[in-house]
C-alpha cells in the first residue's frame, strides 16, 4: 500500500468515525429548551396560529416553522422521535456543507489538502455538538453560506444571491455577509447583494399583524445575556444598555468597509467578518460557536485549532455539564478569548502573506 493508498484509508476511517459519533448522540439526544421550543412551533403552525404573536420562542423567518412541521409529520409518519428527524436533516446539512468545503479548499491548495479540509469541518466536536448533540440549526445556514461563496467564486451571482437568501430564510447568522458579495459591476453585481434581504423580509408579510414582535424577537434579537465579550461593560455603573450594541456596529461597519477595499478573497473575508461578529457580539448562544467553524477547515492554521479546542470544551460543559472535570472547562468567556486570537493570528498570517506593495515596487526598480 503506497502513501497515498494509506492517507485515503485514514481520511475514510476519520469520516467514518465521526459519521457515527454524530449518529450515535443524535440517538441519544435529551430534550432541551430548544427541542421543546421546536414542539411548541410545530403545535402553532398546525393549528394555523401565529409564531410571532403565539410564543416568545421563535426568532426567524417563517421558513423554519414549515420545516419543523413538515419534520413532525415525516417523524409522526414513521414512528420516529421528531428530534431524529431533525437531527437527520442537520446531518444531511453538514456533509453537504463538507462536499463543498471540499470543493474551495481544492482550488486552493490541491485534492489531498481539500480532503483534510473537509474532514477538520464534519469532525470538528464545534459542529458535531451543535448540529448532533445541541440540535441547532445555523450550520444549516452557513450550508447556505458557503454555496453561496463556491458560486460567486464562479461568477455565478445569480444562484449565488438564491443561495444567500436561502441561508437567511433558515435563519440569519450571515445577514451582514451579502455585502461581502458585490464582486461585479452592474445590477449583475449588485444581485447577491441586495436580492437576501428583499427575500428575507418578504418572507414576514402573511405575518404583518405581528410587526412589533418580529421587529424585538427577530430584526433586534441579540441571543442570551451571559456576560460574554463586551457585555462586561454593562457591569460598570452607568454604562448605557446600548453601548455595546453601538460598539458591534461600529466594528461591522469597519470590517465591511475594510474588506472590501482590501479587496480580500470572498471565503477569507467571510471568515474574518464572523470572526470580528463574535468578538465584539452584543450577547451570545452556545450555537454560535459553529459560525466560523466551515470557512475556517478551509484555510486551516493554528487559530482554527486553537478556538476550535476551546469552543469544544466549552460546548461540552455547557451542554452536558459533568460536574467532575466542570472546574477544568472553559466558561463563556472562553470562546470569546479564543475568537480573538483566532483574529489576531488570521490578520496577521494576512499580512505575511500580503507584501509590502512600496518595498516590491522598489525592489523591481
Known sequence: MNTSQRRAGLLAAGFAAALAIRIVLLLTILPNYDTESYDVVTSIVRSGGDPYRDTNRYNYSPLWAGVLSAAASVADAAGLRRTTVV????????????????????????????AVAALSFFANPVSILVSSSHLQFDGL?????VAAITLSER??????????????????????HPLLFRRRPGVRGWLPVLAPYVVFLASFAPYLASWREIRDRVLLYRGLTFHYGLEALLLV????EWVPIAIFAAAVAVAVVWLRARRVELPRASLLLFLV?????????RQYCVWPIALGAVSGGAGFVLYSAVAAAFLVGSIFRPESIAAAL??????WWAAIAWLLWELRRGLVASPNPVKIAANSK
Open 155 to 176: 461568477e455565478r451571482d445569480g444562484p449565488a444571491a438564491a443561495a444567500l437568501s436561502l441561508s437567511l430564510l433558515v435563519k440569519h447568522v450571515a445577514a451582514i
Open 277 to 285: 461578529i463574535l468578538v465584539f457580539a452584543p450577547g451570545f448562544g
Open 330 to 335: 472553559p466558561g463563556w468567556y472562553g470562546p
Open 141 to 145: 445556514a452557513i450550508l447556505g453560506l
Open 87 to 114: 437531527g437527520l436533516l442537520l446531518l444531511a446539512g453538514d456533509i453537504a456543507s463538507a462536499a463543498l468545503i471540499f470543493d474551495l479548499a481544492r482550488r486552493q491548495r490541491g485534492r489531498a489538502s481539500a
Open 237 to 240: 455603573p452607568g454604562v448605557p
